[in-house]
Each structure stands twice: as structure tokens, then as C-alpha cells.
């Protein structure tokens, strides 16, 4: 009997991963929100990686070795590349400042882009994802709306996520995290921002009141990430 261990792409641009023995079924289930849980919540979802064992055991352990990494690792692993698994695997830690704390390097023109697209938007919050390399932001995209009450919430159009993350995969810009604006609030993570973030490591930057600033998003809250302007 052949069993799968599966990784799946959700909604918001959070990764599900799980094990088998019907893998065609079992991603049916989960894209018809019959799966109770995780994925039902983080609809649409696409099957990104998948692999085969002869042991349901190997294919569990396989699961909780995988749900253990990085996003950056998870990606590697999408993209089938084994030597930036090894040399995460290696090196666990992102750059930092001499504080220790991570920093996220990002030109002018788009520290100011995320400024206009906050300000064109404004009273709705705009949105979209952050693009590059490390935590270096190579390319702010901006994305639709989605959320039926745009004045105080954001959801990125999830057709534009699964895109991002395609050309990724094929070899294009990281997907890094996510921005979104506060138009009457703070530029800093809301009670609504810290219910819908998964906790996977993702890069947020929120524009409010003239100012960005930039988060991680970790299971037991945000963390806030300090910057630098730096030259394209």
C-alpha cells in the first residue's frame, strides 16, 4: 500500500501539511472544506508538493519533520532544491542587526509605494505581498481587497497569492509576507490582524498615520522588525 506525505497551499498564503494513503481523496476533501480544521477555515487551497512512501510511519514522520521547518525551507522543498534545504538546515537565524534583531532591507521607492497605495486607498485599507530574497523586499504587488468590509479589514485576493507563490516556485521572487494599510489606526498589528496572521514567520508591513512599519508573524504574537532604507 502506497501512502503520500502533502504539503498544500491555503488561502492567505499559509501552508498546510499532511499524510495519506489516498492522496487524491484526501485533497478533494480538503478543497471541498469537508476537512474539519485548518484548511476549512483557509479556503481555496492547491496541492503544492507531495511525496510517496511504503510505510504510513515514514509518511507521519515525514509530516512532523516538514511541519517543523521554516517557510523559507518548506519553499526550497516545493522547488525541489535540495541545496538551499541543506544550507537552511545549516543556518537557522536571518540577518540581524548588531542588536541581534532581524532587519528588513527595503529600497525608497518602495518604502514610499507602500505609503501611496495606503493613501489611494484611504478610507478602504489597501493590500498585497511582499516579494524578495531573505528579508530583503525586492517588490511591493499590490493586490485586490477581497473582504466585504474593506474600511476596517483586509483579505488579499487569493488568486493573486496562489500566483505569487507559482512563480516562486518556478523560480521567481520569494514571497515574503504581506502588507496592508490602518486607515483610521495604528501602524501597528490590530486584535483583527493578530487573529487572522498564522504564526508561520511571514513578513508584515503595515502603513498608517504617514509611517510603516514591519512585523513577524509567529505563533505567540508579532514581532516587530526594524528596517533599512537601502539603495535598489
Known amino acids: 500500500m502506497t501512502f503520500w506525505a502533502y504539503i498544500l497551499h491555503c488561502r492567505g498564503g499559509v501552508f498546510y501539511t499532511g499524510h495519506t494513503d489516498d492522496l487524491e481523496l484526501r485533497v478533494a476533501q480538503h478543497q471541498s472544506g469537508s476537512v474539519p480544521g485548518f484548511t476549512s477555515k483557509y479556503l481555496p487551497v492547491e496541492l503544492v508538493w507531495s511525496q510517496e512512501f511504503s510505510a504510513r510511519d515514514e509518511a507521519l514522520e515525514a509530516e512532523r519533520q516538514i511541519k517543523g521547518w521554516s517557510r523559507k525551507k518548506k519553499l526550497a522543498l516545493i522547488r525541489g532544491d535540495w541545496e538551499a534545504i541543506a544550507r537552511l538546515a545549516r543556518s537557522k537565524s536571518g540577518p540581524s542587526t ?106 508584515w508591513a503595515i502603513a498608517a498615520n504617514g509611517g510603516v512599519t514591519f512585523w513577524r508573524s509567529e505563533e505567540g504574537g508579532f514581532t516587530p522588525l526594524s528596517y533599512q532604507i537601502v539603495d535598489p
Open 98 to 203: 548588531s542588536s541581534g534583531r532581524t532587519e528588513v532591507l527595503v529600497s525608497r521607492t518602495l518604502h514610499t509605494q507602500l505609503f501611496e497605495e495606503a493613501r489611494s486607498a484611504h478610507p478602504l485599507e489597501c493590500c498585497g505581498i511582499l516579494l524578495g530574497e531573505g528579508y530583503r523586499i525586492t517588490t511591493v504587488q499590490p493586490a485586490l481587497n477581497v473582504h466585504p468590509d474593506p474600511e476596517t479589514h483586509f483579505e488579499i485576493d487569493p488568486q493573486a497569492l496562489i500566483e505569487a507563490h507559482r512563480a516562486a516556485r518556478e523560480g521567481g521572487p520569494q514571497v515574503l509576507g504581506y502588507y496592508h494599510s490602518h486607515p483610521n489606526g495604528a501602524a501597528e498589528p490590530s486584535a483583527t490582524d493578530a487573529e487572522l496572521a498564522a504564526g508561520d514567520g511571514a513578513v
